[in-house]
Each structure stands twice: as C-alpha cells, then as structure tokens.
Nanobody
C-alpha cells in the first residue's frame, strides 16, 4: 500500500510560478510510473504530465507543454511539478498519481488558485 500527499498548492497571480510536491509513504516508488492530474470546477479530471519510473520519460498534455516540468526523486520518494507563467486556466485541484501493484493510487489533491 502506498499513500500520497500533495502540497504546495496556493494562490498565485497570473504570470507567477508555483511548485507542487507529492510525498509518497508506505513503499518505494522506484520503477513505478507517476503523474500529475488536475480537475477544474465543473470539468473532468485531466492529465497534466506523467513520468516513468525507470527511464524518467515524460509526457505532457498539449495545453501545458513548455509551461510545466514534472520531476521525481526516488530516494526522497517525492514527485514535483514546477509551473511557470501561471494563467487562470491553470486553476484547479491538482492530484498526484502512482500506478502501484497494477492499481492507480491518488492523493487528496492540492488547490491551485490563479487570480489577481
């Protein structure tokens, strides 16, 4: 069993930057694919970015490519999402995900608000 806890969500002005973190506990994360997803009010949860466990291969959604960077630190058992040039469209609850034992596990989410 693995537990994921997101942090770093906050209010940020348009054009600002924000770094989200996800801490895993209960097991190592080496070799497991992980990702960030988000869900805005009234919309479906959508992919932001994923990163593989072995090769650190990354995949970004088209609408965030070039704006965000996903990374992981297996020794610290953390997953991060650096977001720059924030726009109102980035506002959402962001969720950390890991595929562990053939099951997708999710954190509780962290709220990101973008406004002036």
């Amino acid at each position: 069993q693995v537990q994921l806890v997101e942090s770093g969500g906050a209010w940020v002005q348009p054009g600002g930057s924000l770094r989200l973190s996800c801490a895993a506990s209960g097991t190592i994360i080496d070799g497991y694919n992980m990702g960030w997803y988000r869900q805005a009010t009234g919309k479906q949860r959508e992919l932001v970015a994923t990163i593989t466990g072995r090769t650190n291969t990354t995949v970004y959604a088209n609408n965030v490519r070039g704006q965000v960077t996903i990374s992981r630190d297996n020794a610290k058992k953390t997953l991060s999402l650096q977001m720059n040039s924030m726009k109102p469209g980035n506002a959402a609850v962001y969720y950390c995900n890991i595929v562990h034992n053939f099951t997708a596990c999710w954190g509780q989410g962290t709220q990101v608000t973008v406004s002036s």
